[in-house]
């Protein structure tokens, strides 16, 4: 132990070897570190939130960001003294990502060249505009008793104040550079195509599945615990992520996007979706880790009564989750249609076997067939089409078609063809190593 250092405390013979520092001495450094996130505090809290600019929002958070880092490596949130203070700090830097990525999002939409109509656009901008005054409310709520704990623990702030948004980017972006960046080819870009297509019908397929609760706090909450929870809502966020990614690298700017003009709208509504997913997880962590929606104690109960939980719920559920859902439902006639120009579709039928049953085994090698080839398949049953990419949706649907022995397929011919060979060898019942040659791929 250094004893020349004043913040360093002397540990009597019981207490924790790892505390070496007392709370007078982390106080000291605290005043020092928090200086210039306390005068942008200040500054914000002296205006209006409709004259925060919008580069303020980046400038919260990563003042936030780097005090709550501090926070953490000295255990401050696990100190009665501390813990309201690092709580606050954590949910300023949530709600300031929030609050940029929804004036991201403002200044953006004009440029996703969505396919919705004029009420759908007038709804949706109305919805933008309410969780960004919520948002703004909750993050001034979350500041102004920023600046009360850090003056009841007797923390000043800088004498200059930093002022908010000094590099401030347009509130409205009006015209772009030219594109004049060399397009090349991309090699098989129509099957590339399709595969990121075939990609966005998978999450699509699987946000079917989920319905939106009622509005009140227990049908939201019962909804947050059993389908989004931020595990689930990360997982979602980054499959549309990843979903963006392949298309930025192997469409845009390729001569691909520039014959079929409809896929930016398809990256537009992609792009959005993913903004609002974002905006939904980082809400979804904020009621999970700092309100007491599910573990509570002194701290999280004051930050309660700071920022109303049903709001935030409603906020995360009712608008990111189902903004962002709606986004992408809406393209769907687009990318139906790349689809068919992108791929030469065809159609087979298949005879089941005699005395054979479609059950999931079958099922599972027709779903790893669709998932090699990569491309988006359907299975046709008396005129009703399913995806054949997902083995649960595959077994639901042949519940409802339990005594079918005709089914259809339609798709790419190559995902096709190895389809026929699987019901003319029996559906791989038995041993999959007499499978032929070319379904060699299922045996692994």
Not at 169 to 190: G, Q, T, W
Request: include cysteine; hydrophobic fraction near 40%; charge should be negative.
């Amino acid at each position: 132990m250094n004893r020349e250092d004043p913040h360093v405390a002397e540990l009597p013979a019981s207490t924790d070897p790892e505390t070496v520092i007392s709370t007078d001495g982390f106080l000291q450094l605290l005043k020092t570190a928090s200086l210039g996130f306390l005068s942008l505090v200040d500054s914000a809290i002296a205006v209006d939130v409709r004259r925060w600019p919008r580069m303020f929002f980046a400038e919260v958070t990563a003042h936030a960001h780097k005090i709550e880092t501090f926070f953490d490596d000295y255990g401050a949130r696990n100190n009665r003294r501390f813990s309201f203070l690092a709580e606050l700090t954590a949910s300023v830097r949530g709600f300031g990502a929030t609050a940029a990525l929804l004036s991201h999002i403002k200044v953006r939409l004009s440029s996703y060249s969505l396919c919705y109509t004029k009420t759908e656009t007038s709804g949706f901008h109305d919805s933008l505009i309410e969780a960004t005054d919520l948002t703004l409310r909750s993050l001034r709520e979350l500041l102004i008793a920023i600046r009360a704990e850090a003056e009841k623990l007797g923390i000043g702030s800088a004498t200059v104040p930093m002022g908010l948004g000094q590099a401030e980017y347009p509130n409205e972006v009006k015209r772009k550079l030219p594109h004049d960046i060399n397009v090349e080819e991309v090699a098989s870009a129509e099957s590339i195509g399709a595969s990121v297509l075939a990609d966005y019908l998978n999450i699509l397929e699987r946000l079917r599945a989920v319905r939106l609760p009622q509005q009140d706090l227990e049908s939201l909450t019962r909804f947050m615990a059993s389908d989004y929870q931020e595990e689930m809502a990360r997982e979602l966020q980054s499959n549309v992520n990843n979903l963006q990614s392949a298309y930025d690298t192997h469409i845009k700017t390729t001569k691909l996007e520039q014959k079929h003009p409809d896929l930016r709208t398809f990256r537009g509504h992609v792009s959005l979706a993913l903004h609002l997913f974002e905006v939904g997880t980082l809400l979804v962590h904020f009621l999970e880790r700092h309100e007491d929606i599910i573990q509570t104690n002194p701290a999280k109960e004051r930050i309660a009564r700071i920022v109303n939980k049903l709001d935030v719920l409603r906020t995360a559920i009712l608008f990111a989750h189902h903004e962002g859902r709606r986004a992408l439902l809406s393209v769907k006639p687009i990318v139906d249609r790349l689809l068919t120009e992108l791929t030469e579709r065809h159609e087979i039928d298949v005879e089941v076997p005699e005395d054979g049953i479609l059950h999931a085994r079958p099922l599972s090698l027709i779903v790893r067939i669709v998932q090699h080839h990569d491309t988006p398949i359907e299975i046709i049953i008396d005129g009703e089409a399913q995806s054949a990419s997902s083995i649960m949706s595959l077994i639901i649907f042949i519940g409802r078609h339990a005594e079918a022995k005709r089914i259809s397929f339609r798709g790419d011919r190559k995902a096709l063809d190895d389809i026929a060979i699987l019901f003319k060898s029996g559906l791989g019942e038995g041993d999959l190593s007499k499978l032929p040659s070319s379904l060699a791929y299922l045996r692994s």
